[in-house]
């Protein structure tokens, strides 16, 4: 085994058992309160097997991308833990809720376009896998209009990410579609 191979495998796995420990307390949003953290391994695992993207600190990236922003997790953290370049790809995709909701959506669309690559690769997947999640289920609390709002602007979102991954931006607008149609 190279020493690359063993870097990489031990970065992702220790992102993989950081993010399962700081989520433990938190559930999705479905019937069946699934934990947390099948949300960031679900994003990353999009990016492997469907985006075929192998890069370690963009996995790390995905699975770490919500511990900022919904847990007790500090940048600090993420940078001693990961390093530099883990923290951005973190860092870019961290939405500031001191916010108004509002502002924060707003915010994600002008954003998307000056966030560094390995960032947009994970903002893609992280929409990916909750409209597939919205499509599969209504979360607990949403209506329909709640639906149609997330899905149009994730697609407004996705819309400046457009042309990195072909397969990606084909499953995004797919999935977007079919959701517009059942809640209608
Ligand atoms: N589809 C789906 N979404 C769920 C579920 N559980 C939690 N979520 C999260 O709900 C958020 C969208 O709901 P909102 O009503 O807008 O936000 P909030 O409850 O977190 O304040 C998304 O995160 P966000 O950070 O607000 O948006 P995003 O930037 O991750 O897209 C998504 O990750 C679930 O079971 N299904």
């Known amino acids: 085994m190279s020493n690359n191979y063993i870097q990489d495998m031990s ?3 220790k992102a993989a058992d950081f993010a399962a420990r700081k989520h433990n307390t938190q559930r999705r ?12 391994i679900g994003a990353a695992y999009i990016l492997t097997n469907e985006a075929k993207v192998y890069d370690a ?12 922003e919904d847990t007790d997790t500090s940048f600090e953290e993420i940078r001693n833990e990961f390093g530099d370049e883990v923290l951005s790809v973190v860092r870019d995709v961290t939405d500031d809720k001191s916010l108004s909701k509002e502002e924060t959506k707003r ?6 376009p000056h966030i560094c690559e390995k960032a947009k690769y994970v903002k893609l997947a992280d929409k990916l896998n909750n409209l597939r999640d919205l499509e599969r289920y209504l979360p607990v609390g949403w209506d329909k209009e709640t639906a149609r709002k997330y899905a149009s602007w994730s697609r407004e ?6 042309g990195l991954n072909e397969t990606l931006d084909k499953e ?13």
């Not at 995905?62 to 900022?68: F, P, S, Y």
């Not at 915010?107 to 998307?112: E, R």
């Open 107 to 112: 915010l994600q669309i002008v954003h998307a």
């Open 172 to 184: 995004l607008e797919d999935v977007i579609e079919k959701i517009l149609v059942k809640y209608q």
């Open 11 to 13: 970065l992702v796995i």
């Open 157 to 162: 979102v996705v819309s400046k990410l457009k």
């Open 29 to 40: 949003k479905d019937a069946a309160q699934t934990p947390y953290v099948n949300h960031p």
């Open 57 to 68: 600190v963009t996995l790390a990236g995905a699975i770490l991308h919500d511990t900022v």
